[in-house]
């Protein structure tokens, strides 16, 4: 979804209101210009993070391009730019980038698309010399990619396994949505991916065809982001961008989605498990360009969330037709975009289902909205928009790149946020009910349009034929409307009237203050300025569902999300929905096996209602009936399904075989829904919620010159308490002796998925952590050198590390991969004979270096974010002195060859670990 542009804030609503009507004018902060050679650049100098810059070559076209014989080569290009250029041969690319500590994936990556090939790099600006390169390493991306024949035969096996992995049953959808969304069109028959046997016998001439064509400086924009000198950025463009092409350039077509008119599409699949209905509304894109283009896009994002709201309010009500609704905006290509407005449908009732998409569009289109729900999506742009304005300097690179790309590609104009909340201000208030019903009408009315209905396919459900469908839409659209809910009154939160603690004790330590509250909580604030508006809390506490009985466990699975969903104090779940509209604040309570918490992320105009809900949340929560049934009766249908998917299945498996069928790894059945009821909901909550002088709170972020010990005393010192102090019980889950293979047989993926599960052999300290997490990035970056790029086995593979002192043992190594059936017992073998080596020192000093590298790299960036400080504060309140922050220096030599090796032989044991497959019954 094209989201439209963070443009406005609400405290300039009182500016700009001059006589002559603002409109949207081109940031005089970014540069660009057009190369003799006709590529286009954009250089734009910003702040976060720092001494980084964000890189990205940018090619005008993508398998839409592809003739008939070339079909996934625009593809298999990017995949060869980083198998040799004319000045890095090999994978000399790849391992210079290691070198200077950039991750493949999180700062080296490229993807192509129906319409663009992407190239990204984020890379230091504090070394002249590697900043350097990256631009020659752009330029040879673009211009000198050596397509050696070897190097085009050995990538030949992972696009495959790409397109293997990509197999499954997102594909299969993805496959019968095809025409709905893209008619009769060429993108339909020019996925990315490509067509199978045109990959295997892909050679330097039929990719050279595409990349001579197509990778043309007149076809190319290069696009700089971050902490440089821009005068210096211009410089290096034209010394590596200015050359000559010998080939000539020829502009490309534009390519429209196709038309539809009405088709409907039923798709069943034994392996879904939930019924949809989506409405396809498609049109023309119209970039956001200039002022009326900007209130178009305003207007239309409006109507979407009235109609998204109607859907949540529906979803709430007593036995509602609908599991849940959606309508949202998605851009295909440069011309075109779509609105999907849907559902999730309730397998006995199919048709209501149906019928109740329909009807809500219709009922939008002719009686338009009423006016609590304009205010309410005015509140909620406006809440988003201030937001970002506020934290307009903390904005990062890879964003405003992201803007700058689709200013590029697609039209829209970049804009500095001052002139875009001038217009905003103008236009915000211009908008009426008027222009809300005309856009919904218009997307009624638009008869461009299909309709997709996805459903399990198994016995004893019944599933509407298209004609059936297509009656029950138009008896939908002929049915007389009852009109919509009148509601003129903005519900109040009543406030829980308690008295304030007070705060007993405080100590100003190194990296933040310390407060002992009289409730016998304890608070640990930390003042930030790396967002100017972003406040983030959390409460913790150790115990967990451990200390509970069986039945305590499975309502501790269940309550929250009723208990979220009920509502606040006084108001009722749409009551809440209605309140929160503009409010800046997300909160997220969760009860895991060891410890409870709650996260809560807001600013300072929403902090103290925030703290207000937080208050009545924990002394007074409650279910509505309505939620409580129909969450129930979701988790059913759910229950149900589960063994339709093989994914499901396999996870499963995977934890029944660590854990050697504890009964608290295994998943819930219908008689576990049978044992509890909404009382044992409450009782769970409060079993673990009630004490709260058990807990600590940790509050991070923008809170200079706020009275926070007023606050802290009002809201949360004020909280009763019980004089509790609980431990959790480890639940003694041990993992199995020896080695143990299992599989589960299920689906029809032409591929099998394989896990590797080794448990950690020794003691928790925080370097060990620290080691145990360097084995992870040091067997990733070996994995992919030896079992992806040398026998090209598989397109993914990942090793997962976990160790913290609350797991109780639960610590291990996880390899996880997907490959061929053909291959799987030589891939596997081969994994395991990488692993074998690597705990022998069969591996590059580099592969260490590299890790290193990285860890210093992105060391300071970290440091200057409040997600990482709510974390490590928590952490290290939790764990103790056992969990520090190691500076890279440190950090370089807890990593050292020497402990390494002697780690991870301590660690990992060859001859003891758990070997789970997922394999097909069947090929398609």
Known sequence: MKKIKIFIITMLLVLFTGLNAADLKVSSELEQG??????????????????????????????????????????????????????????????????????????????????????????????????????????????????????????????????????????RISDAQKKAVYGESRFTERFPIGDPEIIKN???????????KWYHPENIAVVAVGD????????????????????????????????????????????????TFDVLTKDRLEPIQDRESYKRAIIEEIATGILQSRFDSISKKASPTIGEG??????????????????????????????????????????????????????ELSMYMENAYKNRESKEHSEIASEIIADYLEGYIFTDIENEAEVFNEIIKEIS????????????????????????????????SKGEIEKIIEHAKNKKLLGIEKNNQKPVLKINEFSSGKILDKKEEKDFIRYKLSNNMEVILKETDFDRDKILIKLFSKGGSSLMDEKGYIASRLALPVIISSGIGNLSPVETDIFMKGKNIQFHPYISDYSEGINIETDRDNLVTALEILNIFLTSPKI???????????????????????????????????????????????????????????????????????????????????DMENLVQKYLAGIPSKDISELPKNLDVNFPNGITKESVKKGTDKKVSVNLIYPYKGKYTYENRVKYLGISKILDMILLEEIREKIGGIYTIYADTELSPLNFGENYLTISYSTDPKKADMVTKEI????????????????????????????????????????????????????????????????????????????????NYIEVRLIPEKSE
């Open 326 to 379: 959606y309508s949202y905006l998605v851009n295909l290509g440069k011309h075109d975009t779509v609105q999907i407005t849907g559902a999730m449908l309730k397998e006995k009732d199919i048709q209501s289902g149906i019928a109740e998409v329909i009807t809500q569009m219709k009922k939008l289109s002719v009686y338009g909205p009423a006016s609590w729900e304009i205010d309410g999506e005015k509140a």
């Open 624 to 706: 509505d009936k309505d939620i409580y049934n129909n969450f129930m009766e979701l988790q059913k249908q759910r229950i149900n399904n589960r063994k339709n998917s093989p994914k499901t299945l396999y996870r499963d498996k995977i934890k029944e075989t660590v854990s050697q069928n504890h009964p608290r790894r295994k998943p819930l059945t219908l008689e576990d829904l049978d044992k509890v009821n909404e009382k044992d909901f409450i009782e769970a909550f409060r079993g673990r919620f009630s004490s709260i002088g058990d807990f600590q709170a940790v509050i991070v972020g923008s809170t200079k010159d706020m």
């Open 202 to 212: 892909a050679n330097p001439k039929l990719l050279k065809r595409y990349y001579h």
């Open 34 to 171: 057009t190369l003799k050679n006709g590529m286009k650049y954009y250089i734009y100098k910003n702040k976060k993070p720092e001494n980084k810059a964000y890189l990205a070559l940018i090619v005008n076209s993508g398998s839409l391009q592809e003739d008939e014989d070339q079909l996934g080569m625009a593809h298999f290009i990017e995949h060869m730019a980083f198998n040799g250029t004319k000045s890095y041969p090999g994978n000399m690319l790849v391992k210079h980038l290691q070198s200077i500590g950039m991750n493949f994936g999180a700062d080296l990556n490229a993807f192509t698309g129906f319409d663009r090939t992407i190239y990204k790099l984020q890379v230091p600006t504090d070394r002249t010399e590697e900043f350097e390169k990256s631009f020659e390493i752009l330029k040879e991306w673009a211009n000198d990619i050596t397509f050696y024949p070897k190097d085009t035969i050995d990538e030949r096996g992972v696009i495959l396994e790409e397109w293997r992995l990509r197999q499954g049953l997102s594909q």
């Open 832 to 911: 395991k004979n990488v692993l074998k080596n690597a705990l022998e020192g069969n591996f590059e000093d580099r592969i260490i270096k590299s890790v290193v590298e990285n860890y210093a790299f992105n060391y300071d960036s970290i440091l200057k974010k409040n997600e990482f400080w709510i974390d490590y504060i928590s952490k290290r309140e939790e764990f103790g002195d056992n969990f520090r922050i190691f500076p890279p220096e440190k950090y370089k030599k807890t990593l050292s060859r020497q402990n390494m090796l002697k780690f991870m032989n301590s660690a990992v044991d060859l001859d």
């Open 433 to 464: 009910y008027k222009d809300i019903l005309k856009k919904a009408h218009e997307i009624y009315e638009n008869s461009n349009k299909a309709f997709f209905l996805t459903a399990p396919q198994k016995k004893n459900l019944y599933i509407p």
């Open 228 to 275: 440089f000198d821009k005068n210096y950025v211009k410089t290096l463009v034209e010394k590596y961008f200015n050359y000559e092409s010998k080939y000539t350039f020829k502009k490309s077509p534009k390519y429209r989605i196709g038309e539809s008119n009405g088709e409907i599409t039923i798709f069943k699949d034994p392996e879904i498990t939930s019924v």
